[in-house]
């Protein structure tokens, strides 16, 4: 399983017109799911990306978690993650999950994030073949750690 996490003072994803996940100051997670990955290793990233302390307290300095700034968390089913580009200019998808089996992994990580409180019942997994767009606005500051 492989994340990628940034900090956003919102972000929202569109697939066809329609509003499918939107958030305020948090997390945007990028999640891509390998064909061996397990619902135990999303219980356990989620734990360590809750935990995560890249947020700034009243000093400027990185020591807050997402729960101590009430922020919120989007996430977002991202197979090119497993994108292997070693061998020629064709990236290969091999190493990621099936989408039935990544989509399964995905809703249990969303599941933690559910059962400690945060409201993602908005989203929809992007399926590779919808058009999705996304707006994002990032930190208007660099981060100092």
């Known amino acids: 399983m492989r994340a990628v996490v940034q900090r956003v003072l919102n972000a929202g994803v569109t697939v066809?017109?329609?509003c499918v996940g939107r958030i305020g100051r948090g997390y945007l997670v990028l999640l891509g799911v390998g064909?061996?990955?397990t619902r135990a290793e999303a219980d356990k990233l989620w734990s360590?990306?809750?935990g995560l302390?890249?947020?700034e307290d009243?000093?400027?300095k990185t020591n807050l978690a997402l729960a101590d700034v009430d922020?919120?968390?989007l996430v977002v089913s991202q197979f090119t993650l497993f994108a292997d580009v070693r061998k020629g200019n064709?990236?290969?998808f091999v190493k990621a999950g099936a989408p039935d089996h990544a989509k399964q992994v995905w809703l249990r990580f969303n599941d933690a994030l559910r059962a400690e409180g945060y409201d993602i019942d908005s989203l929809a997994i992007v399926d590779a073949m919808d058009s999705a767009t996304g707006e994002i606005t990032f930190r208007d500051q660099p981060q100092q750690s």
Request: no cysteine; proline share 5%; aromatic share 0%.
């Open 48 to 50: 360590k990306l809750r």
């Open 16 to 18: 066809d017109g329609e």
């Open 35 to 37: 064909h061996g990955d």
């Open 71 to 73: 922020g919120e968390v």
């Open 58 to 60: 009243e000093n400027g």
């Open 90 to 92: 064709r990236p290969s």
């Open 53 to 55: 302390r890249i947020n």
